[in-house]
């Protein structure tokens, strides 16, 4: 399975730190919508769903978080630990995030609005949509 993160350029001087993501260019999808989950107790799991369209990119601007993905053939978990990097996500991939750290943000720039529809929320109906089975 191939991860791919995005390493955003930091624009900082001795005032601090800066980062500036422009749709097309920084991420490869124009940004339709923009959501964070703050807050997240520690032992909260979040996800489980994959998405048939939607393409993202997940951030933890603070803090830390673990995203676990799931092609239907393979998992690997990726650290979320710093604010200028980005993991991208299409469709395809089952996500589950846990491991949220106190003060862990973690931004999703999505490239459509809010679509139930777009969901995959049966892991048994992902697995199928990307043509595998449990017992591959
Ligand atoms: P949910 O999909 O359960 O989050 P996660 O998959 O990360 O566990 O979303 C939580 C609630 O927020 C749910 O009632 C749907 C709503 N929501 C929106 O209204 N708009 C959005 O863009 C998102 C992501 C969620």
Known sequence: ???ETVDFKIRGDERGALVAINQLTDVPFE??????????LPDVERGFHAHQALE???ICVSGSCTVTLDDGRERRDVLLDRPDRGLYIGPGYWREM?????????????SQT????DY???????????????EE
Not at 98 to 110: D, I, P, Q
């Open 56 to 58: 993202q990119v997940l």
């Open 1 to 3: 399975m191939k991860i």
């Open 114 to 117: 809010y679509n139930p529809a």
């Open 98 to 110: 846990r491991g949220f750290s106190g003060g862990a943000v973690l931004m999703v720039l999505a």
């Open 31 to 40: 940004i339709r919508r923009v959501y964070y989950m703050w807050n997240t």
């Open 120 to 134: 995959i929320r049966d892991y048994g109906e992902f697995l199928a949509s990307v043509g595998a089975t449990k």
